[in-house]
């Protein structure tokens, strides 16, 4: 049984530029949530997704979206890309809220 | 608003030592539930243990235990016999009981290095 995927696992993008990180839960698991952890830090949530839509946000800015797939896989889109933005993204499955989070590898994205 | 705190930013110890990692969180909710997680270097989120706000009880699997303290809002994690294999980043979390859950407040991590 294959767990949460995420894909690439590492990324360079220049300042401005637009990215797209993609993540496939563990098998029936319906719910999705992306995370940033910049070095050192802790994750921040930053959105999760159910049943296709955009149910709860954290603190982020617009430039950050998703999407979710009928298939329940998931996409992290952030737009003109801050040097900030640098950090490993993590993205995590649940099947409810009373079971406990299968994360992934995460992607390391890194904005020159 | 919802707080961890883990005031151990690194800690390192011989093998076969025990460590206690602390953790301190705030929350006005009433109902809550407790994580604490494992990141080694490959990079993903270990779960290691969940505890609900009405559960104190403390427990113990293996070589790990956690001690869930409500009057403090304490939730500290000890390792007994330390191994090399538990080098990793431990991160002590907090999520909402209610609404939709499992979007954690991470704690900043504490880096624990086993050295043989």
């Known amino acids: 049984d294959a767990g949460v995927t995420q894909s690439p696992t590492h990324l360079i993008k220049t300042r401005g530029q637009q990215v797209t990180l993609r993540c496939s839960p563990k098998?029936?698991?319906?719910?999705v949530s992306w995370y940033q952890q910049a070095l050192g830090q802790g994750p921040q949530f930053i959105f999760q997704?159910?049943?296709?839509?955009?149910?709860q946000r954290g603190n982020f800015p617009d430039r950050f979206s998703g999407h979710q797939f009928p298939n329940y896989s998931s996409e992290l889109n952030v737009n003109a890309l801050l040097l900030g933005d640098s950090a490993l993204y993590l993205c995590?499955?649940?099947?409810?809220?009373?079971?406990?989070?299968?994360f992934g590898q995460g992607t390391r994205l890194t904005v020159v | 608003a919802q707080k961890v705190t883990q005031a151990q930013t690194e800690i390192s110890v011989v093998e076969k030592e025990d460590v206690t990692l602390d953790c301190v969180y705030e929350t006005r909710d009433t109902t809550y539930y407790l994580f604490w997680y494992k990141q080694p270097p490959s990079g993903e989120l270990v779960f290691l243990i969940r505890?609900?706000?009405?559960?104190?009880q403390n427990e113990i699997s293996g070589r790990y235990s956690w001690n869930f303290q409500k009057s403090t809002s304490s939730f500290n994690f000890t390792i007994t016999a330390s191994q090399v294999v538990d080098s990793a980043v431990y991160f002590c979390a907090l999520s909402e009981a209610g609404g939709y859950g499992q979007n954690f407040v991470f704690g900043p991590g504490t880096r624990l290095s086993v050295l043989p």
């Open positions: 997704y159910y049943e296709e839509e955009e149910r």
């Open positions: 995590a499955s649940t099947l409810d809220r009373n079971t406990e989070a299968f």
């Open positions: 505890r609900n706000s009405f559960d104190e």
């Open positions: 098998s029936g698991h319906d719910t």
